[in-house]
């Protein structure tokens, strides 16, 4: 069974919720020593298609957030100065409700110094934009982004798209999130047990 198979079927067999399932992609690992860090990885990858209508992304910079429309919200150097460098607190804030940042890549520094112990460690440290680069095309390109983490459990489970959405899309996603996991494992395809799509309530399909 391939993946719009699985995606479909997945969908099929869910019942009807009073909300809007997610579809997700489950890996299972086995032979893989994840004791050793070079088994393990955290990656962003961009899929296709934006599977999960929920990211959210802020942009700090005086001259790229300029005529800028399609951010979930930017921020001036004022307000970086005013607001999380005199506040680090409110920086854990941000952190929880935004999905990316970008900021000017001469801010980063700074942001590195005085919010580096908040962002570094949620894996929320800004990605760079030069000054004056309109970054409307980075935010859509981060809109499509999922972060795949492997650690200590063999298991991963990522969000591919929804019940509603074009589920040969969905399984387009799955299949690019598949061919970057294979190809990071050591042995390949012989490192996963199983691969499964299921909605957030339904049951699994084995991808075979």
């Keep these: 069974m391939n993946f719009e198979e699985a995606v479909e079927q997945a969908v099929e067999e869910a019942e009807d919720r009073n909300f809007t399932e997610s579809v997700d992609l489950v890996f299972n690992f086995r032979d893989l020593d994840l004791s050793d860090p070079n088994n393990r990885f955290n990656e962003d990858i961009k899929l296709p298609y934006q599977a999960d209508e929920e990211i959210k992304v802020a942009v700090i910079g005086d001259s790229i957030t300029q005529n800028l429309d399609n951010a979930d919200k930017v921020i001036t150097e004022n307000e970086l100065e005013d607001e999380y460098f005199d506040e680090p ?67 991963m489970q990522v969000k591919i798209g929804n019940e509603e959405q074009d589920l040969g899309n969905v399984a387009m996603n799955a299949d690019t999130i598949y061919e970057f996991v294979s190809n990071h494992l050591p042995k390949g395809d012989n490192n996963l047990k199983n691969v499964l799509i299921k909605t957030t309530m339904g049951p699994t399909v084995e991808v075979n």
Excluded: C, H, W, Y
């Design 89 to 155: 607190s409110n920086a854990k804030d941000l952190a929880e409700e935004f999905t990316f940042l970008l900021a000017e890549a001469p801010l980063m520094p700074k942001i590195g110094s005085q919010l580096g112990q908040v962002l570094g460690p949620r894996n929320m440290m800004p990605d760079p934009v030069q000054p004056g680069e309109d970054p409307s095309e980075d935010i859509e390109d981060l809109r499509n982004t999922v972060t795949l983490r492997l650690a200590e459990d063999p298991l």
